[in-house]
């Protein structure tokens, strides 16, 4: 357990000298870890909705038939973005690669599992 916590303090450089117990240190790698999934799922969303391909009827909801039970991957994504935008604008955003770039380094951790 001890070289857990030594492991994460040496990931998020946090010193033994900052005097963090070990719940602020499991909550600061929770929030980031976090953060930079949706990063990563972002950049991946914005790559496949720039191609011209399968990947993007798919996440653009163009191809006929019913949506699959559940929550849809690009709400949450939707979500997650810092003004909370809209589907739409999501896939426009993704058009602008410096736009794209900028608003995927702005991620808002809204708390939920990816």
């Keep these: 357990?001890?070289?857990?916590?030594?492991?994460?303090?040496?990931?998020?450089?946090?010193?033994?000298?900052?005097?963090?117990?070990?719940?602020?240190?499991?909550?600061?790698?929770q929030r980031t870890l976090m953060k930079r999934i949706r990063q990563r799922q972002l950049a991946l969303l914005g790559h496949d909705l720039r191609r011209q391909g399968l990947e993007n009827l798919v996440m653009t909801g163009r191809i006929e038939g019913r949506r699959a039970r559940g929550r849809q991957r690009l709400d949450s994504l939707c979500a997650s973005w810092k003004d909370n935008v809209s589907p739409t604008e999501l896939i426009r955003?993704?058009?602008?690669?410096?736009?794209?770039?900028?608003g995927r380094q702005h991620v808002v951790n809204d708390g939920t599992a990816p």
């Design 1 to 29: 357990m001890a070289v857990e916590f030594w492991f994460l303090r040496s990931m998020l450089w946090t010193s033994w000298t900052e005097r963090k117990n070990n719940d602020e240190v499991l909550e600061e790698v």
């Design 93 to 102: 955003a993704s058009e602008d690669r410096v736009l794209w770039h900028h």
